[in-house]
């Protein structure tokens, strides 16, 4: 099984059900750390509509916040989920403006490496 994250018939990731779940659950709780949506609607019927200007919103403060973070534990637990996001914002041509303001910071690199990578192996 899998599902779809989708701006209306467009669909911009189609990952297994558990990678699903674990990323929308991801979501809501880096939501709830930046104070600001997602983007991401509800998972109903296999599918998760995204408002994809509001996701890069959420994606560019969730890169600014690794970036500003000096907690090394924060950081890494942030790492995987930044990058994802990254790279589902990249799937749509949305623009993240920290990755691009930001693209000195060795940290904000290794985050755009890593959606790079990810994007390759995310299924659409």
């Known amino acids: 099984m899998s599902q779809y994250f989708q701006n209306g ?3 911009l990731w189609n990952p297994a059900t558990r990678v699903a779940g674990l990323f929308l659950d991801m979501a809501q709780a880096h939501a709830r750390l ?50 994802t996001a990254l790279a589902v914002a990249h799937s749509v041509a949305e623009p993240v403006a920290a990755a691009r303001e930001l ?4 940290a904000v690199r290794r985050l755009v490496d890593l959606a790079h990578e990810y994007a390759a192996a995310m299924p659409r």
Do not use: K, W
């Open 103 to 106: 693209a000195d910071d060795p």
């Open 9 to 11: 018939g467009e669909v």
């Open 34 to 83: 930046l104070g600001v949506p997602s983007g991401l609607g509800p998972m109903e019927e296999d599918e998760c509509q995204v408002d994809v200007q509001a996701f890069a919103s959420f994606t560019d403060a969730l890169v600014r916040y690794y970036a500003n973070s000096s907690h090394m534990i924060l950081r890494s637990l942030m790492e995987g989920f930044a990058a």
